[in-house]
C-alpha cells in the first residue's frame, strides 16, 4: 500500500477513522451508563440507613458496571488492534496472527455493537462446528462490525439479524444476513468499490465493504454476497481453515 503514495495514506487514514467510529461510539456509551449509574448509587447511600431494597439495587448496579467494564476492555482492545494494524500496513511488516475461533469473534463483536443493536435488533446466533483460523482477531473483528453494522443501518425500524457458522471443503464459513431491503441487483457488483455508497448519511463514506474484501482477501479468503430486493441480503465471509492458510503462504 505504502508505495502508491499519498492517497494511499489518505485512504489507510480515512478507513482508520472509519473503523474507530465503533468501539469509541461503546465506550461514549459507556460513559452516560457509568454517569448515571454512579449518580444513583450516590443516592442511595446519600442516607447512611441502607434498607433491603436498596441493596437490590446497588447490586444490579454493580452489575451494570460489570458490563461496562466488559465492554470497554473489547473496544480497547479492538483500538489497540487497528493502530497495531494501521502501523503494520505502513510499515508493511506482519503483524502477529493467531489461532483465532471466529464465534469468539463474532461474539465480542456482538458486545461491542450492543448500544447500536439493543432494542431494535433481534440478533439470532445460530453457530455450528468451525475450525480454527489463523488470523489478527481484531481485523477479523473489523470485518463483522462492518457487516453487522451495514445490516443494523438498513433496517428502517425493528428487524433481525442472523449470524450463522459452519465449516466447508477447507473453508470457515460465517454468514451475516439481515431482514433490511436487500440490494438491487445493478447495485451488487459496485457494493465492494470504496467510495460507493447510498447512505445519505455523513457515515456513509462506502469504505466499509472494501477495507473487508481487502482484510479477508489478504487472509485467502473471500466474501460473497447474495440478495433478492425486498427480501434482506446474506454476506458470506470465507477464511481458509488454519492449516489450509498456512500452506498458503
Ligand atoms: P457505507 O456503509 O459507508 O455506505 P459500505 O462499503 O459498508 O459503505 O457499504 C456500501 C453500500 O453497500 C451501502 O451504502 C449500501 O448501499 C450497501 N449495503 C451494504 N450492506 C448492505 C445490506 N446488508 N443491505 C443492503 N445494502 C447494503
Redesign the pocket.
Known sequence: MSEQGDSSLQQLMAGLA?ELNTPLGAIRSNRDVLQRAISRLLDILADDVVDASEIEQIRGLVNTLDEVVEIDQVAVDVITDLVASARSLWQTDEAVKRSVDLRKVLDSTLLLLGHELKHRIEVVKEYGDLPTVECLPGQMNQVFM??I???S??IPEKGTITIRTRSSDGYAVVE?S?S????APD?LE?????G????QTK??????????KDIIERQGGRIE?E?TPGE??T?RVLVPHAAESSAAR
Do not use: C, E, W
Request: glycine share 18%; no cysteine.
Open positions: 472509519h462492518n457487516l453494522l451495514n445490516a443501518q438498513v451475516i439481515d433490511g431491503p436487500g440490494i447495485d459496485r457494493i465492494f468499490d470504496v460507493f455508497t447510498t447512505k457515515s456513509g463514506m462506502g469504505l466499509g465493504l472494501g477495507i473487508s454476497v440478495s434482506g441480503a454476506f
